[in-house]
């Protein structure tokens, strides 16, 4: 380009100087960056002035950001020792919340790069004492971990040995142990559960946590008569999310609350806990001579070993409530958490088998609903295994509606008495979410993309806390150890276990009896 | 090239005005990002589909290798964009824009059984705006409209001195 022989830079040349006109030219730029700068700044200050302002209409300003909060480093000196009583996959995630993990998890997330937000958890000052299982091969996944020297948070591996315990009876005896989790099928939550109260262990449980009124009557007096530290297996509601939509219930941001839904949306055999094959279709590992049968099936009737009961015992009754015990509860909670409704009045249940007709006893089709007078509430449960529709979980107000999943949407209903101002002053849009909370959101990064409207330029996004996934599986259980070290109470406490209990008993009996169930809150017993 | 005498004043206008509605397109484009708080381009690299697919999730597994394509992505952009409107390295700043928008478009391609989960603001069949301005960059790589109106006339006067 310097050779080229251009008439405007002879000029220049033959006038040693550039021309006034060639600098206007060469600086054609420099006005248009100055609009830029002045529209940039209008956009950037009208984006922040929508955004407060609707915030703020909302009600939704300061809404406080999560954060985890440290263990007190003085009572971490005192090292917890825990024994799992059933090592299958849930017992997985229990060690890894507790900073243990299993060589060969160890080696499958090193090779995927996914070990850092395990290996950036706090450490808990815990050790896995005891595993407890009736099958052999579990039993030793569960050693193997416990021994693993890998650990979270730097934590150093522990010293202590790893005994192997046959019945729980035996790990509940032994002193050297402080606390247990409880992750066997359900059949065995309760009588563990009492037996562990009765001997001083602290108890995490996961749910249901009984499966009958004979059963969680005597569990709630005998936790609430101990010095143990109860938690109940729930870990949606340690999400951030949760803690947000909290916020916005205590700020009444979607007016009176009648009708809440929730739902199960499943359509695959593993979903409607078909799991006793492997994936090439061979029964998955375990007989009689691995399996201690009779201690599987603990008080319920004696039946002949079967590879399907043991790994889909879900199916049946004598093991568990079904989708009610399965997937309610952890909608019960949630629900329960957020609007602390308790026991509900009356429970009507109906649904049947219809689509996966096999040897199964449990609804694969099944419908619930709760009614709440006293606050003005009706509580929903719709539970499909044949159709994976996403259908949510919303809580539905008279100004606003929430869905509330792994994200947060506020859509404002248009015949709302609160927002109508601003609905016809065209700051609030009723026709899609409002506001939508993230933990993990980004933006779509595109140059021709108009999708930020469609994404989050509708509200508040947060990131993750501190900009770290955590495992909310992690934070029940250092809530629960928490609390063992304070002596405060853990929110899966006794008492919402007990609601929980009572409401899903309710809604099973209304299932299998064929009738509305009530609850006589002077006797407290289900009539 | 043909001698910058040759252009029409209708052929300089034309090329000088898109050269500088596409930089503020891109300059725009790159302060959106800077002004997100904790904006990344995972969840866009999430949603890439074809060729790119693989190399897109290797990155997002990677959070120190995901900070610098953010980086760089705001930073590029941003850059590119006064390039255009200032006519500075005008010839570099439209054949990397040309190139990242290209990654761009690579990354969600309009093409017939490619679905994604959001929504497009229009209708693509194969070709997509992403693309079309990717190759008005390169139309301007080619066309010295820097020499037209923009700084690098200043550079270049230097030069012949």
Known sequence: MATTDNSENKMENSQGGIKRRTLLKALVGVPVLGVFAYELIKKYSYDQEKKARLVKELGLDNLPLPTIVKSSKG?????????????????????????????????????????????AQEDLNVAITGICDVFDLHAENGLATARNTVRAGGAAPSALPVKRYRTYQEMLDDKDIDAVMIATPDHHHAPISIAAAQAGKHIYCEKAPAHSEEQIIPLYETVRNSKVTYQLGHQITQSVIFQQAREIIKKDILGKITLVETTTNRN?????????????????????????????????????????????????????????????????DAVNQLLNIGIPKSVMS????????????????????????????TLLYSAMLANSRSRGR??????????????????????????????????????GPMVSFNPNSG???????????????????TTTINGIQVDVTYLHIKEWIDCIRSGKTPSANIEMAFQEAVTCIMAHKSYVEKRRVEWDPEKRRIV | MKDLAKYTVAEKFVLVALRILIGWHILYEGFAKLLIPNWSAASFLKESKWILEGFSSWIIANQSVLNIVDFLN??????????????????????????????????????????????????YLIVSKTLIESMALVVLAIFPSGYFAGIDMLLAGRKNK
Not at chain 1, 401 to 414: P, W
Not at chain 1, 416 to 428: D, F, N, P, R
Not at chain 1, 445 to 456: I, P
């Open chain 1, 443 to 461: 933006k779509v990064d595109a140059v021709t993309s108009a999708t930020e409207k469609y994404y989050a330029a509708r509200g508040l996004t």
């Open chain 1, 268 to 332: 695959t055999a593993d979903g409607a806990w078909i799991r006793h094959l492997d994936k090439n279709g061979n029964p998955k590992p375990g007989d009689e001579t691995t399996i201690d049968w009779n201690q599987w099936l603990g008080h319920t009737p004696k039946v002949p070993f079967s590879v399907d009961r043991y790994y889909n015992w879900t199916k049946f009754f004598a093991y568990d409530i079904g989708l009610i015990g399965q997937l309610f509860t952890h909608e019960f």
């Open chain 2, 74 to 123: 705001t930073w590029g952009l941003i850059l590119i964009g006064l390039g255009l409107i200032l006519g500075l390295f005008t010839r570099i700043a439209s054949i990397s824009g040309a190139a990242l928008l290209l990654v761009y478009y690579l990354n969600n391609p309009p093409f017939i059984g490619l679905e994604y989960t959001l929504p497009s603001e229009g209708s």
């Open chain 1, 350 to 377: 109906s649904g049947g088998i219809y689509y996966w007709k096999d040897n199964r006893e449990m609804a694969d089709t099944l419908q619930c609903a709760f009614e709440y007078p006293n606050h003005d509430l």
């Open chain 1, 394 to 431: 919303v809580f539905m107000g008279h100004d606003a509606s929430m869905e509330l999943g792994n994200a947060i949407n506020i859509t404002v209903d248009g015949s709302s008495t609160k927002y109508k101002k601003q609905i016809e002053a065209g700051l609030i849009d009723p026709s």
């Open chain 1, 75 to 119: 009572s971490k000196n005192d090292l917890i020792r825990v024994g799992i009583i059933g090592y299958g996959s849930r017992a997985v995630s229990h060690a890894n919340g507790l900073g243990f993990m299993h060589p060969n998890d160890v080696e499958a997330r090193t090779k995927n790069n996914n070990m850092a937000d395990w290996l």
